[in-house]
């Protein structure tokens, strides 16, 4: 199975300011006839199911705001908050979807310094 | 408006069967993947499994966790996806959700609790 890692468990960031998740995979996701990543990000806040975010490693879903964006490729992955708003207090989930069983990252709780 | 509505969680014994159900409206059922992926109580997400769409031959993958207990199935002509567990154990206890979507999911019911417990 492909472990997936996130980095750190958690993050305090003030309202305005930048944060940074960061997910590794312990097998390249990157297929590469096509020469897409998959993976993707959730966000879920609490008593509320999964949203999600990014898919294909960078393409932001509908209705997200263009403050989400998704880099990365290969392993190494990151969800980036350009500025945080409170809205956006969530614990984010990394997903790989290149090889079954489909697994998940441990999340990363974002809140609010 | 995409819905995906579970049902048929509850407080069960070790060792017993339960079905659940996802009730899909707004969109075409048939051409989409279903999954379920679920969450224990205070802990992280859990993909469970999914099926095809029958376009894509109606396949159906597992998790190691559930492979051999589990069923998904799925009915085109009532949009609705079914889990069918067996065998539960404690360690099954868990919210499920249903998903749209056989790689990412991009829409997620509300989800049902499923207790197992003596």
């Known amino acids: 199975d492909i472990v997936m890692t996130q980095s750190p468990d958690s993050l305090a960031v003030s309202l305005g300011e930048r944060a940074t998740i960061n997910c590794k995979s312990s097998?390249?996701?990157?297929?590469?006839?096509?020469?897409?990543?998959?993976l993707a990000w959730y966000q879920q806040k609490p008593g509320q199911p999964p949203k999600l975010v990014i898919y294909w490693a960078s393409t932001r879903e509908s209705g997200v705001p263009d403050r989400f964006s998704g880099s990365g490729s290969g392993t190494d992955f990151t969800l980036t908050i350009s500025s945080l708003q409170a809205e956006d207090v969530a614990v984010y989930y990394c997903q790989q979807y290149y090889d079954s069983p489909w697994t998940f990252g441990q999340g990363t709780k974002v809140e609010i310094k | 408006e995409v819905q995906l509505v579970e049902s048929g969680g509850g407080l069960i014994q070790p060792g017993r069967s339960l079905r659940l159900s996802c009730a899909a409206s707004?969109?075409?059922?048939?051409?989409?993947?279903m999954g379920w992926v679920r969450q224990a109580p205070g802990k992280g997400l859990e993909w469970v499994c999914f099926?095809?769409?029958?376009?894509?031959?109606?396949?159906?993958e597992y998790a190691p966790s559930v492979k051999g207990r589990f069923t998904i199935s799925r009915d085109d002509s009532k949009s609705i996806a079914y889990l069918q567990m067996n065998s539960l154990k404690t360690e099954d206890t868990a919210v499920y959700y249903c998903?749209?979507?056989?790689?990412?999911?991009?829409?997620w019911g509300q989800g049902t609790l499923v207790t197992v417990s003596s």
């Open positions: 998903t749209r979507g056989g790689g990412y999911s991009d829409y």
């Open positions: 099926i095809r769409s029958k376009g894509y031959g109606g396949t159906t």
């Open positions: 707004g969109f075409t059922f048939g051409d989409h993947a």
């Open positions: 097998h390249s996701v990157l297929y590469n006839s096509n020469r897409k990543n998959y």
